[in-house]
């Protein structure tokens, strides 16, 4: 049989023709210039620190982009970096659409197109301090995740994350599993699944609230005896800023506390009669005046038991409380809450000016926790932070921040045990160096079973709650808790 060539244009003997408009394929992703193994580390004045470099993200068209200009998009949708730098990167060819550079940057983008923005990036540092190995067997890795390093790729952290340090420190092949999240500032227990399988049975049993966990937290002032019980709905204010807020309307939140030490401010002079000796001048007097935390001095220890397992819940609630970390640099913001920190406020209105100070801090401010200004904090400490320093990179024009203090890369709050309800397993770490005696002090140096919060959490529900003149919760009886010992506080 002989073949014989055909005109793809030509009548197809039935009247068709076929389209004349030639098939353009879909455009390849566009991919990062370079993957840089090892990772660009490396490790200065205590910091685990990254080597500018070049990255591109891809993402498809969203629906509500579709017929709107490139660089509204990118003014109206990514405003971590201001209009003029949008409109130069895409008038460089720094931002493609399908891979291909648009002549200007009033071009419109449809359904399907791939935007491409490859930019010159800057990692934050984090804690040199290495990643901890609690346990580990053939299908995960118990690990105490250290303060101040996010566990997963995201925002401005790439790889100064636990899974590209983890990932650094293994293969480039290896794909680390997290099963559990903590915060950034937060550190202790996380599981990092080896495989997807064991990941997916210990994700599913930490979601399913079959494990106990335990937090230990160190606040500001002396923080009541007892077993307290925190019941405050929780609300998300600003996804943006990662703001949470105790709300009525907010989601259900139960936490359990106990204290586990409480250490007076150290005294700086005697005056032979074991009084303190107030050394402030009159201006530092007034100052401390208008600020109500002031009042609370010295620190507790206190043991965190969360019920539930809302955004910030034990940051919030005990911020609620009136004891908030006292390192916190949102719940325990005076120039974000202002001098009573938010203490017992569950219905004020002002959001709005909460969030409109809390985006300026790490700006032109520093992003500190106010209260943490006592005798523990050093002159030092209080200026090195990390802020806008006015420079710009000689490669990208991007506005450098400052290395940030010590005080900033965690906060005092420490997941110290996770536990099966089975008693399959359990796992936890020793008390951090933070929730130690201070020097001359006695205390504690590890948890009993006297200061544990756990044994009281099952009992929880046969509470029998009457609601006094005020709308505080009383509790009348409860099993296994010696009277006068239990403090609930619920929403009324």
């Known amino acids: 049989m002989a073949l014989t060539a055909v005109d793809p244009q030509a009548d197809q003997g039935d009247g068709r023709q076929k389209d004349k408009q030639a098939f353009i394929a879909s455009p390849d992703v566009i991919t990062t210039p370079c993957d840089p193994w090892p990772r660009p580390y490396y490790l200065e004045d205590g910091l685990r620190k990254v080597h500018p470099y070049h990255y591109t993200y891809n993402t498809y068209c969203k629906e509500r982009w579709r017929g709107r200009e490139l660089l509204d998009v990118f003014a109206t949708e990514f405003r971590d970096r201001p209009q003029a730098y949008y409109k130069d990167a895409i008038e460089r060819g720094n931002v493609v659409v399908n891979g291909v550079r648009v002549p200007t940057v009033k071009a419109t983008v449809k359904n399907g197109d791939i935007i491409s923005h490859t930019l010159h990036r800057h990692e934050p540092p984090v804690t040199a301090q290495p990643i901890g190995i609690v346990h580990e067997d053939d299908g995960m890795i118990v690990i105490n995740k250290p303060a101040g390093v996010p566990v997963h790729p995201a925002g401005r952290y790439n790889f100064n994350s636990i899974i590209e340090i983890m990932r650094a420190e293994r293969s480039h092949a290896w794909n680390p599993l997290p099963c559990n999240r903590l915060d950034r500032l937060t550190s202790g227990v996380m599981f990092i699944g080896k495989n997807a399988r064991a990941a997916e049975r210990l994700s599913m049993q930490i979601q399913g609230r079959s494990v106990k966990k335990e937090y230990v937290a160190r606040v500001i002032g002396d923080f009541p005896e007892g077993d307290i019980v925190c019941e405050q709905p929780v609300m998300q204010i600003s996804p943006k800023l990662g703001l949470n807020r105790a709300r009525a309307s907010g989601k259900e939140a139960r936490t359990v506390f106990k204290r586990l030490a409480y250490y007076p401010p150290a005294q700086k002079f005697e005056d032979g009669k074991g009084k303190q000796e107030d050394n402030r001048s009159e201006k530092e ?147 951090p160096d933070w929730a130690l005696p201070p020097p001359g002090l006695a205390g504690p140096t590890e948890v009993t079973k006297e200061t544990d919060p756990l044994h009281i959490v099952k009992g929880l529900e046969t509470l029998e709650v009457s609601k006094d003149a005020g709308g505080k919760g009383k509790v009348l009886e409860q099993s296994g808790v010696e009277a006068g010992k239990l403090l609930w506080t619920h929403p009324g």
Request: charged share 30%.
């Open 285 to 431: 007097k007034i100052r401390d005046s208008k600020m109500e935390w002031k009042g609370k001095e010295g620190h507790s220890i206190v043991r965190c038991r969360p019920v539930t397992g809302r955004t910030h819940q034990l940051r919030v609630h005990l911020q609620f409380l009136g004891h908030p970390i006292s390192n916190d640099p949102i719940y325990c913001n005076q120039r974000v809450f202002g001098p009573s920190l938010a203490a017992g406020d569950a219905l004020s209105d002002n959001d709005e000016d909460i969030i409109s100070r809390l985006s300026r801090m790490g700006k032109s401010e520093v992003a500190e926790a106010m209260a943490y200004h006592d005798e523990m904090m050093d002159e030092y400490n209080k200026t090195k932070a990390e802020k806008m320093t006015g420079h710009l990179c000689d490669i990208c024009d991007t506005p450098l921040y400052s290395d940030p203090g010590a005080h900033e890369l965690g906060i005092y709050l420490h997941a110290r045990r996770y536990a099966c309800e089975e008693g399959n397993w359990d796992y936890e770490t020793p008390l």
